[in-house]
């Protein structure tokens, strides 16, 4: 029988600009990966100017559709001893389906509850059409006096930097997730929404696994913080950026069953506790690739949805668990991992995919 999975998370209109070289130098802090919300004022160009003055300049392509002016950053995307100071080029643009919430039902085969606008908003419709061009069943909460989410999403390809700057509509309005929050099933992901809506997902009952995938905004949020919900959090996967973001991060990793942290190119750490009670911490590095990456947009989806599902399919419940199992999960996490950097547009590798990268022991 499949299991009954039920997202909860965002699906956006993602316009997608690739750019021809590094968003920020090592030195800076780079390859950057962080989500940032925004405002834009509209004018000619496009610039990026965070809080503490920094600034972005890009060089779009000739054919880009806009938006065109001054983006105001809601935060520093660079260490605190620097100011953004960078131009770059544009080289090529599209739209595509994005969101935490589209990426989790889609890898994981769940059924999506999130927020959409009314049904003549047009970026709302054009939502609807590419989550039924991917198959993803949708629930929508129609709130019809609030637009439908979207993102400008800067990547650098092989340079392996990813800045998603989300611009809020219908999920900063969002009140409740009724009638879907309480419906029994095997999964409950919670993935990018305030804290104050994932912790009434994540808090009510009928869900046997409860996973939580936080953005950045969740790590910094002061007014709800994660701790004030962890213990119903089973499993917990995010970035290295994002978690030392969070205020009392070890208070909440104590709460968590298991606890994901990717780093990148230096591939992740996992901890939980074993049968037998001890804390168990396990780096696991990058899966091996030899060719640099195309694009590394959904690897954290990727590998989380993979690790979640690994663990399922091995019969983990929550609670302890035997290290032979984690391990195996995480691998195969890094391998699809690896294996999605090589993909350009919304999708996620299939299991056979996954079982040959890991025969092979390489993406080639």
Not at 2 to 26: H, K
Not at 241 to 256: G, I, N, T
Not at 257 to 280: K, Q, W, Y
Request: hydrophobic share 40%; proline share 8%.
């Amino acid at each position: 029988m499949a299991r009954r999975t039920l997202v909860f998370g965002p699906a956006y209109l993602d316009r997608v600009l690739r750019v021809d070289q590094p968003l920020l130098e090592s030195e800076l802090g780079g390859p950057l990966d962080q989500s940032v919300d925004g405002q834009i004022r509209f004018g000619p160009g496009l610039s990026l100017i965070d809080p503490d003055g920094g600034l972005m300049e890009l060089e779009l392509p000739a054919d880009w559709p806009g938006p065109t002016g001054q983006i105001a950053l809601a935060q520093v995307i660079t260490p605190p001893t620097s100011s953004m100071r960078r131009k770059v080029r544009g080289v090529s643009w599209s739209d595509d389906l994005g969101g935490m919430g589209a990426g989790y039902a889609a890898a994981l085969g769940g059924d999506l509850i999130s927020a959409l606008g009314s049904e003549d908003d047009q970026t709302s419709q054009i939502i609807s059409a590419q989550l039924a061009r991917h198959e993803i069943t949708h629930r929508p909460i129609r709130l019809p006096e609030h637009p439908a989410d979207w993102t400008l999403l800067i990547t650098s390809g092989k340079f392996g930097d990813k800045l998603p700057i989300g611009f809020r509509g219908c999920h900063a309005a969002l009140t409740s997730l009724a009638p879907w929050i309480d419906q029994p099933c095997e999964l409950r992901v919670v993935a990018g929404l305030p804290n104050r809506i994932a912790s009434q997902a994540l808090s009510a009952p009928g869900a046997a696994v409860r996973f939580f995938a936080p953005a950045m905004r969740n790590m910094i949020d002061r007014d709800c913080p994660i701790s004030n919900f962890a213990e119903s959090v089973d499993i917990l996967s995010c970035n290295r950026h994002e978690w030392d973001q969070l205020a009392d991060r070890e208070q909440v990793a104590w709460k968590l069953s298991i606890l994901a942290i990717t780093e990148g190119a230096e591939g992740c750490v996992v901890r939980f506790t074993n049968p037998v009670g001890e804390p168990v911490s396990l780096r696991i590095p990058a899966f091996p690739r030899n060719q640099p990456p195309r694009d590394t947009n959904r690897a954290g989806e990727t590998f989380a949805a993979t690790l979640v599902n690994s663990l399922l399919e091995g019969g983990w419940a929550p609670g302890v668990a035997e290290e032979s199992l984690v391990r195996n999960a995480t691998v195969r996490a890094s391998a699809a991992a690896a294996l999605v950097l090589d993909r350009l547009e919304f999708g996620f590798p299939a299991p056979n995919e996954i079982d040959a990268a890991l025969v092979a022991g390489q993406v080639v």
